[in-house]
């Protein structure tokens, strides 16, 4: 399921990231990487804030979408 739908505060593991070559790479800078643990803080709209690797980031509800946990 995309992230878009996953819980608030529930910790799931990224199965696959989508999107075009440079989208994934952007978002593996920011530390979304398959296997890696995220946790949704808070959905606004379908924006996301999450958790990744000790850091809150937020997340546009398209990039989110791309991202399958």
């Given at each position: 399921m995309?992230?878009?739908?996953?819980?608030?505060?529930?910790?799931?593991?990224?199965r696959k990231i989508g999107g075009k070559q440079?989208?994934?790479?952007?978002?593996?800078?920011?530390?979304?990487?398959?296997g890696g643990a995220v946790?949704?803080?808070?959905a606004i709209g379908g924006n996301v804030i999450v958790s990744v690797k000790d850091s809150r980031i937020a997340v546009s509800k398209e990039m989110a979408q791309k991202i399958m946990v």
């Amino acid at each position: 399921m995309p992230l878009t739908l996953a819980k608030v505060g529930e910790e799931n593991i990224i199965r696959k990231i989508g999107g075009k070559q440079e989208v994934r790479m952007h978002l593996e800078n920011l530390g979304f990487v398959v296997g890696g643990a995220v946790t949704v803080i808070n959905a606004i709209g379908g924006n996301v804030i999450v958790s990744v690797k000790d850091s809150r980031i937020a997340v546009s509800k398209e990039m989110a979408q791309k991202i399958m946990v």
